[in-house]
């Protein structure tokens, strides 16, 4: 693969010396026109690194938080062809910040691997995170990406052992997502001190950058992760921030964005003193 705008910003930060801060939101929530501002928003107030959810029927590895959100987004419209045309319209504006498609297999089944994947590059996209694909299964989504030119960014768990983790990172490329609790997103907080050992342990097996995620709420979480991982992934503190900025019909209000952008900051500042 040539170098991706992932591989970039990761080699940047650990030139600048400090870990990125990865964002994740739900494409479509709680409708088109406020995510679309949402995610255009992000770089300015802090992010790296974008992952930008899509939105399916039976998220199996999300907790409530994401579920909601996808509830919200498909409830709103969403659809895949408006997912890729959100990323299409922010790369008017933005070259350099990569962003991540997220999500389950099946919609992408649907359309066809080797479609999806040339559809999402024509559109700005730089990596693809499949939870539920798993390493046996490259050849259907993973190996067709990377020929494509997209990184395929696999997970690793507190489960991962010695024996299963070669197969994990095989053709992992971009980073690697670290996920820091045993259970979904949003269900507990990490722990740091498993988190700097597990870190230290892919990376005997890796150059990839690690990123660590699924438990990350604070700015403090931030900082205390960030000094052992090269990047922080936060996703449901950041759709809770969406959910309760809405109104009582379950709408955008002028504060929904202002809720997302001030926990980024916050978050950022919590990333920006990890390495100080």
């Known amino acids: 693969m040539t170098e991706t705008r992932i591989d970039r910003r990761f080699a940047k930060l650990k030139a600048e010396g400090r870990p990125a801060l990865v964002t994740f939101i739900t494409a479509g929530d709680p409708d088109l026109e406020t995510s679309q501002e949402i995610l255009e928003a992000l770089p300015a107030a802090g992010s790296d690194v974008i992952e ?28 895949m062809d408006k997912t890729l045309d959100m990323v299409r319209k922010f790369r ?11 999500g389950y297999y099946n919609p992408i089944y649907v359309r066809g691997s080797d479609k999806f994947v040339a559809e999402a590059k024509e559109a700005g996209v730089d990596g693809l995170i499949v939870v539920d694909v798993p390493a046996e299964e490259d050849e259907e989504l993973c190996i067709p990406a990377l020929k ?17 983790l070669p197969a994990v990172l095989a053709n992992t490329s971009g980073f690697v997502y670290y996920v820091s609790v045993t259970g979904v997103t949003g269900s507990a907080s990490a722990d740091t001190q498993a988190v700097a050992s597990s870190v230290s342990r892919i990376k005997q097996h890796t150059d990839l950058p690690v990123a660590v995620g699924f438990g990350v709420k604070t700015a403090e979480q931030a900082r205390d992760i960030g000094r052992h991982a090269d990047g922080v992934v936060v996703g449901s503190v950041l759709v809770e921030a969406i959910r309760e900025s809405l109104d009582a019909d379950g709408r955008a209000t002028n504060g929904t964005k202002d809720a997302v952008i001030g926990t980024v900051r916050a978050l950022r500042k919590g990333v920006e003193s990890a390495r100080g």
């Open 52 to 79: 930008l959810g899509m939105p399916f029927s039976d998220p199996m590895a999300e907790g409530v938080p994401i579920q909601l959100a996808t509830q919200r987004a498909l409830k709103a419209g969403q659809s």
């Open 92 to 102: 008017e504006k933005d070259d350099e910040t990569p962003i991540i498609l997220m």
């Open 148 to 164: 494509g030119g997209l990184n395929f960014i696999r997970l690793a768990t507190p489960t991962t052992d010695e024996k299963r």
